[in-house]
């Protein structure tokens, strides 16, 4: 048996091979997991644009070449069937949902299980976020629906990340943007990305912000068509805001040149989120900004937050009523705004890299690849 795995040159992303490698035997208390579909979407160029900062490349890492050159493995979400097992907790042919590599076959060690979830203890993965660790065991997620695979590959993680943003931004009082009965302005750049989709339609529900969308300008109308937005805007068209308007940032694309341009204009800019880089051709540094510094934001910190504020049984039940609620808002929307498209094989998952990594095609698509 051999392992496919896609491999990105960490400092050239436009750069990808294909290896196929000889599957080493399994370790007692170990499982190999066949990768069946994932979701690829600009969140996944945001784990690439970060791999060294934020931890990424250490998930699935890979060896170096003999030249030194930096190879990595993107971490992709999506779905699983155990083909072997030397675990007696786990069961040849269960199906799992979680954090696998771009590749055909995952090997876990598993720790920490319960009838919903495991973790995977390999060594190398101690020091990583427990978040990003955890897999759901299909039989007992509460987040799960057989007829909706996909749109929990694709939508699920950024659901999360989505109503952490919003949580995070409100537990703040939006950063005193919507005192005295002022209306703050949530600028949301990459405003037809997946992940600012789903942020948007969290803060739509909130009457005292304006959720304005940032877009490219072939992008206006799809950003439009959402319902989810107060209004969208072309990049270039930030003039139609008030200078004065009280304002937070919230920062998909990670444009250099574009967070200059809002932070220069906006005199009452009161939070810069940075959350993701969909423009890694821009991307850019934070030094000499005028207003607040940029801030990333770290999802797992407002996790371990809310667990302590609320109790994870507490902060479970909300996140799952969050995740159903939006499914539901996604299947239903015409027109729609989710389209899945498959893709099978090596040259179609590299083609499908290729076309998020460039920002190409239509923002309703959604991308479930497989080896």
């Given amino acids: 048996m051999t392992t496919t795995c896609l491999q990105v040159r960490q400092d050239q992303l436009a750069t990808t091979r294909t290896v196929d490698a000889p599957d080493a035997p399994l370790a007692p208390g170990q499982v190999r ?3 069946d579909h994932f979701a690829f979407t600009a969140n996944n160029i ?3 644009a970060f791999g060294a900062a934020m931890q990424y490349w250490q998930f699935y890492p890979v060896a170096p070449d003999a030249d030194g050159t930096a190879w990595g493995c993107i971490p992709v979400w999506g779905f699983g069937r155990v083909v072997q097992s030397l675990h007696p907790g786990v069961a040849v042919g269960e199906r799992l949902y979680g954090y696998w590599p771009m590749a055909s076959h995952a090997v876990l060690s598993p720790v920490k299980l319960s009838a919903a979830a495991l973790s995977d203890g390999a060594p190398h993965r101690a020091g990583l976020h427990a978040v990003y660790n955890q897999v759901q065991r299909v039989s007992a ?3 799960y629906t057989a007829d909706s695979e996909a749109a929990q590959a694709l939508l699920r993680p950024l659901l999360l990340t989505a109503w952490l943003i919003d949580d995070f931004l409100a537990d703040n009082g939006f950063f005193g943007t919507t005192d005295a009965g002022a209306r703050g302005l949530m600028l949301l750049s990459s ?3 997946k992940t600012a989709i789903a942020t948007a339609a969290q803060l739509a529900k909130r009457p005292e ?6 877009t490219s300008a072939g992008n206006v109308a799809f950003c439009q068509s959402l319902g989810i937005y107060s209004r969208v805007l072309a990049y270039d068209g930030l003039d139609a805001l008030p200078a004065d308007a009280p304002a937070v940032y919230v920062d998909f ?3 250099g040149p574009l967070r200059l341009a809002i932070h220069s204009r906006f005199s009452r800019l009161a939070y810069s989120c940075s959350i993701g880089g969909t423009h890694v051709d821009q991307l850019g540094g934070a030094r000499d900004l005028p207003g607040p510094k940029p801030t990333l934001f770290f999802a797992p910190a407002q996790v371990k937050k809310r667990h302590a504020d609320w109790g994870a049984a507490t902060f479970d039940q909300r996140l799952v009523g969050a995740w159903h609620s939006y499914r539901q808002q996604v299947a239903a929307a015409n027109p729609p705004w989710l389209v899945v498209q ?3 094989g090596a040259a179609a998952v590299q083609a499908a890299y290729a076309e998020v990594l460039a920002g190409r095609g239509d923002p309703r698509l959604g991308h479930m690849l497989g080896f």
């Fill in 209 to 214: 912000v304006e959720v304005i969308g940032l």
């Fill in 253 to 255: 694309a990670g444009s």
């Fill in 141 to 143: 997620d509460p987040f």
């Fill in 33 to 35: 997991v066949r990768v």
């Fill in 46 to 48: 945001t784990y690439a």
């Fill in 191 to 193: 405003a037809s990305s």
């Fill in 342 to 344: 498959q893709h099978r």
